[in-house]
T-cell receptor, first 112, second 111 residues
Framework: KAGVTQTPRYLIKTRGQQVTLSCSPI?????VSWYQQTPGQGLQFLFE???????NKGNFPGRFSGRQFSNSRSEMNVSTLELGDSALYLC???????????FGPGTRLTVL | DAKTTQPPSMDCAEGRAANLPCNHS???????VYWYRQIHSQGPQYIIH???NNETNEMASLIITEDRKSSTLILPHATLRDTAVYYC????????????FGKGTMLLVSP
C-alpha cells in the first residue's frame, strides 16, 4: 500500500506570495492532518480534515487555510507569505479514530 | 492533552538497549501514552502506544508505571538507524487525530 505523498517536496517563494501544498493520504484513510515544523517552534498542529470537513484547528492566523476533497486528498494554502512561514509542512493521514497517524515526507517551504 | 517532559538528548551504544524516559505526571485516566520518532528530514513515525499495561511490538517495548505518571520506551537492541528524535505524547483517543508534540529526546546511537 502506498504511503502518504506530498507535493511538491521543495518550494521557494518570496514574501507576499501565496502557496498551495498538496497531500494524498493512504488509500482508505479519511482523516488528514497538517503540521508545521520549524527549528524554533517544533512540530505544531495546523488543522485536521475528515470527510471534507475541518474538525479541528490549531492556533495559526487566517492566512493558513485548507480543504479536503471527496477522494480525501487535501490541500493547504498560505497567503501573503512571511519569512517566518519558512518551514517543513507535514501531512498525516489516519483511519477514523485510529491509534496511528502516518506521516508523509513533508514539503520544505522557503520564503525569501 | 497532558504535558510531557523528556530529556533533550541521550546517547546509546549500538547493540545495547536504549531506555527513553518520559514524565507525564498530570496524565488523565482516559489519556494514552504514544511514542513517535522522527529520523532526520523525514516525517514522524508511529512506534507504540499504551494505556496502563506494558506493551511490546516489533519495534519497541513501552513500560508504564503503575501510577501512570511516567513511562519508558525501550529499544532492545539499538542500531545506527534508530538515531532520531523520539516524542512522547499523551492524548485521548477521540474523534480528533491531533497530536501535540513536545521537544522530544534526540537519541544518538554510536558504533
Amino acid at each position: 500500500k502506498a504511503g502518504v505523498t506530498q507535493t511538491p517536496r521543495y518550494l521557494i517563494k518570496t514574501r507576499g506570495q501565496q502557496v498551495t501544498l498538496s497531500c494524498s493520504p493512504i488509500s482508505g484513510h479519511r482523516s488528514v492532518s497538517w503540521y508545521q515544523q520549524t527549528p524554533g517552534q517544533g512540530l505544531q498542529f495546523l488543522f485536521e480534515y475528515f470527510s471534507e470537513t475541518q474538525r479541528n484547528k490549531g492556533n495559526f492566523p487566517g492566512r493558513f487555510s485548507g480543504r479536503q476533497f471527496s477522494n480525501s486528498r487535501s490541500e493547504m494554502n498560505v497567503s501573503t507569505l512571511e519569512l517566518g512561514d519558512s518551514a517543513l509542512y507535514l501531512c498525516a493521514s489516519s483511519l477514523e479514530t485510529s491509534n496511528e497517524q502516518f506521516f508523509g515526507p513533508g514539503t520544505r517551504l522557503t520564503v525569501l | 492533552d497532558a504535558k510531557t517532559t523528556q530529556p533533550p538528548s541521550m546517547d546509546c551504544a549500538e547493540g545495547r538497549a536504549a531506555n527513553l524516559p518520559c514524565n507525564h505526571s498530570t496524565i488523565s485516566g482516559n489519556e494514552y501514552v504514544y511514542w513517535y520518532r522522527q529520523i532526520h528530514s523525514q516525517g514522524p513515525q508511529y512506534i507504540i502506544h499504551g494505556l496502563k499495561n506494558n506493551e511490546t511490538n516489533e519495534m519497541a517495548s513501552l513500560i508504564i508505571t503503575e501510577d501512570r505518571k511516567s513511562s519508558t520506551l525501550i529499544l532492545p537492541h539499538a542500531t545506527l538507524r534508530d538515531t532520531a528524535v523520539y516524542y512522547c505524547i499523551v492524548r485521548v483517543i477521540s474523534g480528533y487525530s491531533t497530536l501535540t508534540f513536545g521537544k522530544g529526546t534526540m537519541l544518538l546511537v554510536s558504533p
